[in-house]
């Protein structure tokens, strides 16, 4: 039932839908926007919009001489003031935080999107999700940044009020809400509608006098996450091969990655430790060395064996039977063939231990066995719910939009990858209590993790909403040849064979440069190492994941380019020139604190604002995780301080003697500063810089 409404109101052209659009006011929840830990700004509520449109009518009501006014519309002009008295003190609370010092770096694009959405929203109230595009500009002569909304915005208003504006009237219109801030000097409107921002230079001068005062920090993301990476999981009982080597690259920086930025990180190996080839496996190990329960069998090259059992497995049928009643037996946990076990899968851990410790690698080994416990009660579970059906013997799980079905048994009531797969993934939701879990498998595997994270939600394990599972794909390793990478006699590239050749080229490049003159011994051999695996790594890293690339050693030794020998040579060179002019940390650090950084010329600018992207780079790699990204940044701050480096002098020496007159101590600091983002790139990559090269 309506309530009544005042004559006054409806003879003016106020009807019910008003009034019941007063009464409902208090009710309607208020639009929030997140803009960093605990702090939260109202952008407009439903009901300022009504607040909004009565105003109005109150104003139309009072021109055509309607002077009695609406108790309920002087309770909602009221209102209307509470609620702008909360978004000024709000506004105001939100500026003394964001002054408050802090050491974490700023993420300039977030903090301009903040500010564009922040305007938009005041200038356009009524558009739901409007567009937001703020981008680092390419150009100087299109500012330092650009917001590029007007443009959607145009079409949006075309296609809801049907009305033709102008997309230049809009950026304008956009522009002249900017509420006051401490980042834009000012701004442009250029071509159609893109609003050019240029940065003030006190601004980006204090961001890179913190930097160097606090060193390397990451952006604030609010609240700490808990994040499982599974990633290298190499099999059991064969080597670690070159199709091992992207997982375990890109798995470790993604972990330094989240760790940096302050996450509680787990990083698991899932390692093929469990399976029907464990009994051939311990069969032939019970023939050969009669005595391994006593004597530690000398498994010398675990491969070969690999090979002998799978031969006789094959070929020998007695044989063939005593493989198949060892599995049950480990799967009954009897002590003698438990302990085989173990011999086997101790022998592989050994060798796998090479690899990471030369890699650097940090990582848990929680293979399938550890879940094996727990698959009848998936199985169970998945029953109860009536999400299993028998198809040959089989029972398996159809999962909505994935063509192919889950097998969670098998028709000898033996268990799955895909029963392993999901006891892993309720085991990390549940026990775990994972925010976030990425799993750095191949390409090859995307069908499969698409159906087992749809069946985690089908299930009621996780809401995507809430936590963050992926797949972190990528492509394959090729030959010069465009071919699977192979040996010459069309075997499996082995890993360690790939990481001693780097050495040995790694060696041969640094004395055909004749650094073996200059280098001690040991500078030499720390020289040898990080250009060996740095470059290694950053091959693989500096392409996207998601495309298959050339393993070439020629082009990744090239200190030309896009290479982490070009990177490594350039971070060595920068780190010199404070060695070269007698400057060491000391008087460094005390120029940061009492020296203004200035940057009144050109390529100063530009490498001021390139090092402080780094927080932006950080940002867009958490959100899609293409670590190329990074290696492209890095890339980009050592040209950007080349061309500095070119036409400004840090110091300056007499022409006669070659003696220093004149240092010029603000552009040591960004030196300084170049370096260190340097230092935590690599970092993040797994690459060791060295100080000589």
């Not at 407009?44 to 009695?68: S, Y």
């Not at 469990?274 to 051939?280: A, D, H, I, R, V």
């Not at 070439?552 to 982490?564: I, P, V």
């Not at 701050?637 to 036409?647: K, N, P, R």
């Amino acid at each position: 039932m309506l309530p009544r409404i005042p004559h006054i109101l409806t003879s003016c052209g106020i009807g019910p839908s008003t009034v019941l659009g007063v009464k409902s006011l208090k009710k309607k929840k208020k639009k929030k926007k997140e803009i960093g830990p605990g702090m939260e700004i109202i952008l407009e509520t439903e009901g300022e919009k009504e607040i909004k449109f009565l105003t109005a009518e109150i104003d139309r009501l009072k021109n055509f001489g309607c002077t009695e006014i609406s108790p309920s519309l002087e309770q909602l002009r009221e209102e209307n003031s509470k609620l702008k008295y909360r978004l000024n003190v709000l506004q105001k609370s939100l500026q003394a935080e964001r002054n408050r010092p802090t050491k974490s770096m700023i993420n300039i694009n977030s903090r301009l999107q903040e500010l564009f959405a922040y305007a938009i929203k005041v200038a356009y109230p009524d558009l739901e999700n409007p567009p937001l595009i703020v981008t680092p500009s390419q150009q100087p002569k299109f500012g330092d940044y650009q917001c590029n909304s007007a443009m959607g915005l145009t079409k949006m208003l075309l296609k809801t009020k049907e009305e033709k504006i102008n997309p230049r009237d809009i950026a304008e219109n956009i522009a002249k809400h900017l509420p006051d801030n401490e980042y834009i000097e000012k701004y442009e409107i250029a071509g159609p509608g893109f609003i050019n921002v240029h940065l003030r230079k006190d601004f980006v001068s204090k961001q890179l006098t913190k930097l160097l005062i606090n060193g390397v920090q990451p952006p604030a993301l609010g609240e700490r996450k808990k994040v499982i990476v599974d990633f290298s999981s190499p099999n059991i009982a064969k080597e670690m091969h070159v199709g091992h080597l992207r997982s375990t690259i890109i798995g470790e920086s993604m972990s330094r990655l989240f760790e940096f930025v302050g996450y509680d990180v787990l990083r698991l190996n899932h390692v093929g430790d469990w399976g029907t080839q464990f009994g051939m496996l311990i069969a032939h190990l019970q023939d050969k060395f009669p005595d391994y329960l006593t004597v530690s069998p000398p498994i010398g090259d675990l491969q070969a064996f690999y090979k002998e059992s799978k031969k006789r497995f094959d070929t020998e049928e007695e044989f063939k039977k005593r493989a198949y009643q060892c599995v049950v037996q480990l799967q009954s946990k009897m002590p003698d063939i438990t302990k085989a076990w173990n011999l086997i899968c101790d022998v592989s851990r050994q060798e796998f231990k090479k690899i990471y410790d030369a890699l650097d690698i940090s990582i848990i080994e929680r293979g399938e066995s550890f879940y094996q416990d727990r698959m009848t009660d998936i199985v169970r579970e998945f029953e109860e719910k009536g999400f299993v059906q028998v198809d040959d013997g089989r029972k398996i799980v159809f999962v909505p939009e994935c063509s192919i079905p889950l097998t969670i048994v098998k028709s000898d009531g033996g268990y799955t990858y895909d029963t392993s797969d999901l006891a892993a993934i309720k085991q990390r939701l549940m026990e775990e209590k994972a925010d976030m879990i990425i799993y750095v498998v191949d390409s090859g595997q995307a069908l499969h993790f698409q159906t087992i994270f749809a069946a985690a939600q089908m299930i009621g394990w996780y809401d995507p909403k809430v936590t963050r599972v992926s797949h972190a794909g990528f492509g394959v390793v090729l030959g010069e040849d465009k071919k699977k990478f192979k040996t010459r006699s069309g075997d499996t590239v082995r890993l360690i064979d790939l990481l001693e050749e780097g050495l040995k080229r790694s060696m041969d490049k640094l004395k055909e440069k004749e650094r073996d003159k200059v280098l001690t011994l040991e500078e030499l051999k720390a020289a040898q190492t990080s250009v060996a695996f740095g470059c290694i790594r950053y091959a693989d890293l500096s392409h996207n994941r998601m495309n298959d690339y050339i393993f070439s050693f020629d082009k990744m030794l090239d200190d030309r380019g896009n290479t982490a020998a070009y990177l490594l040579y350039a971070f060595t060179r920068i780190r010199s020139i404070a060695r070269l002019a007698n400057i060491d940390e000391e008087m460094l650090q005390k120029a940061a604190k009492e020296t203004k950084i200035i940057l009144d010329h050109e390529k100063e600018w530009k490498l001021g604002r390139c090092i402080l992207r780094f927080p932006e780079i950080l940002q867009k790699i958490l959100d899609d995780l293409f670590l190329h990204t990074l290696c492209d940044y890095l890339y980009e701050l050592a040209t950007t301080f080349t061309e500095f480096y070119d036409s400004c002098y840090c110091v300056e020496k007499d022409r006669q003697t070659g003696e220093i007159v004149k240092v010029n101590m603000w552009r040591m600091l960004l030196c300084e500063a170049t370096a260190a983002v340097m230092a935590k790139g690599f970092d993040i990559l797994g690459i060791k810089p060295v100080q000589r090269m």
